[in-house]
């Protein structure tokens, strides 16, 4: 497998001190892999493996603590949207079955909805999982009991969702409002006290970032691909500056993984890269402070 390191990328975007807080002096993206067909969606596990889809080829790939990708899955059946969940679960969103399904680690899989079309989900450490239906406009609640709600609608276009590290809110992506929604989640799973916590910009000016994949970091932070690289805002939701893409390509994931979730990864859509940087990830499984 190719690799490289880009050093001509080295982020003058952020804020200084931010840099220095965030980057590596020196070290730039290095390219893993290149040849997919739509790295549609990824998300890591309980150890810091990437599981990302290949949805063209029908399959999801692998990537390990050492960096090495791999085939885990062939016959994904259209597989786009995944994540794991607190039982250790895949969850996967088969956008053209309209279904939802759940993959052990050893690849079996089971329905756990039908007549359900997403193309991107979450999960939240109650084993609900939020999807949404972005030419429909709504966010859906499918719940562990298996009931299923559309919980919000009336976005122009909502993406990518995740739940805030402290467990209290759902944030979900509106790449065509250049805007991360944030939500309260109620005791029922329903969403209220929604806002625009983020504002998301674009290099030309245009009214929609593409925004893609969203991860927190442990201090708080949040890193957005975008159209113009990864996009980081603060805890206040203050925009802290943009850490540039390897390449003019834009970005459809961001995710931190490896071990102590301590590598920096994004995906264009036929290609993976990754750098090391002085933050970490989060589990977001695990209880941690988050004020948003």
């Given at each position: ?131 949404t239906d972005a030419p429909a406009h709504k966010v859906w609640l499918l719940d562990a009991a298996g009931r299923k709600r559309v919980v919000h609608e009336g976005l122009a ?136």
């Amino acid at each position: 497998m190719l690799r490289f390191v880009l050093f001509a990328c080295l982020v003058v975007a952020l804020r200084p001190v931010l840099a220095q807080e965030i980057l590596l002096p020196g070290k730039g993206w290095e390219l893993l892999g290149e040849g997919y067909q739509l790295t549609a969606d990824s998300t890591v596990d309980s150890s810091g493996n990437i599981y990302f889809t290949d949805a063209q080829k029908n399959r999801i790939c692998k990537i390990d603590l050492e960096g090495k990708i791999t085939t885990w899955k062939e016959g994904s059946h259209d597989s786009h949207g995944i994540a794991f969940g607190p039982d250790g679960r895949l969850y996967a969103g088969q956008h053209d079955l309209k279904r939802i399904v759940a993959f052990t680690i050893a690849g079996v899989e089971s329905v756990i909805a039908e007549d359900t079309q997403t193309h991107h989900l979450t999960v939240t450490s109650r084993n609900d999982i939020y999807f949404t239906d972005a030419p429909a406009h709504k966010v859906w609640l499918l719940d562990a009991a298996g009931r299923k709600r559309v919980v919000h609608e009336g976005l122009a276009w909502p993406r990518g969702a995740r739940q805030s590290p402290d467990k209290s809110r759902l944030l979900v992506a509106d790449p065509r409002s250049n805007s991360i929604w944030s939500f309260r989640i109620q005791p029922d799973g329903s969403l209220d006290d929604g806002k625009q916590a983020y504002r998301l910009k674009t290099p030309d000016g245009s009214s929609d970032a593409d925004a893609g994949g969203m991860v927190f970091d442990s201090q708080g932070f949040l890193y957005v691909a975008t159209k113009s690289g990864v996009q980081v805002f603060d805890r206040q939701g203050r925009a802290a500056g943009t850490i540039d893409a390897p390449t003019k390509e834009e970005l459809s994931n961001v995710l931190f993984a490896g071990p102590g979730l301590q590598w920096l990864y994004v995906m264009e859509w036929n290609k993976v890269y990754r750098r090391p940087v002085k933050r970490r990830g989060v589990d977001p499984f695990r209880k941690t402070a988050q004020p948003r």
